[in-house]
C-alpha cells in the first residue's frame, strides 16, 4: 500500500469515525429508542451501578456498535453511576 493511499484511508476512517460518534452523541442518544434500552438496562441492574453497587443514573456501552448505530445487544450495556461512568472515560 502506498503512502498517499494510507494517508486517504486513515482520513476517510477519521472522518468516518467522528461522523459516527456525532450522530451518537447529538442524535441517537436523544432518541426514544434510546430511552427505551436504557430504561431496560437500568431496570434489569435493579437500578445499582455495577460496579460500586451505589444508584446508578446512567448506561455505560461496554462495547459500541461500528456500523448499525442502536443495534447494540442489551449485553454490551450496563447500568453505572456517575462517578463509576466517569472514572471509565477519563
Known amino acids: 500500500m502506498g503512502l498517499l493511499t494510507w494517508i486517504f484511508k486513515s482520513l476517510m476512517f477519521d472522518f ?14 436523544k432518541s426514544d429508542a434510546w430511552k427505551r434500552k436504557r430504561y431496560v438496562v437500568l431496570r434489569r441492574d435493579n437500578w445499582r451501578c455495577v460496579y460500586c453497587g451505589a444508584r446508578a ?6 462495547r459500541y456498535a461500528k456500523r448499525n448505530i442502536g443495534k447494540e445487544p442489551i449485553e454490551w450495556l450496563v447500568s453505572v453511576c456517575k462517578s463509576c461512568h466517569d472514572s471509565k472515560h477519563h
Do not use: P
Open 57 to 62: 443514573t446512567q448506561v455505560h456501552h461496554k
Open 16 to 29: 468516518k469515525r467522528t461522523d459516527r460518534r456525532d450522530y451518537y452523541r447529538d442524535e441517537y442518544l
